[in-house]
């Protein structure tokens, strides 16, 4: 069994930073897409970022050029950096995973965390 655990988040005041961890423990051999949603109150979950096994990258528009997506395999970690942060960032947090393989040829699953409380204040 995959568990995803979550931390990082808190309140902090605009302008200041903030980085949310998430690590998935279990016996895991591979993961694809490691990646933040957020959903704040009243509002649909949204793609913040991803980060493919080789790298690559992804932000959502509102984002770019504020937060820092990265990852460590060995650890399966995925780190958020987030920069300047805005009232308009605050929403919980989630870490979600993709294309996990417990063993080679076994099917991939996706996974969710629990999500992660950021609060921005004005």
């Known amino acids: 069994q995959v568990q995803l655990v979550e931390s990082g988040g808190g309140l902090v005041q605009a302008g200041g930073s903030l980085r949310l961890s998430c690590t998935a423990s279990g016996r895991i051999f591979s993961i694809n897409v490691m990646g933040w949603y957020r959903q704040a109150p009243g509002q649909q979950r949204e793609l913040v970022a991803t980060?493919?096994?080789?790298?690559?990258?992804g932000y959502a528009d509102s984002v770019k050029g504020r937060f820092t997506i990265s990852r460590d395999n060995a650890k399966n970690t995925v780190y958020l950096q987030m920069n300047s942060l805005e009232p308009d960032d605050t929403a919980v947090y989630y870490c979600?995973?993709?294309?996990?393989?417990?063993?080679?040829?076994?099917?991939?699953?996706?996974?969710w965390g629990q999500g992660t409380q950021v609060t921005v204040s004005s």
């Open positions: 979600n995973i993709q294309g996990v393989r417990l063993r080679v040829g076994t099917p991939s699953v996706t996974y």
């Open positions: 980060i493919t096994d080789f790298g690559s990258t």
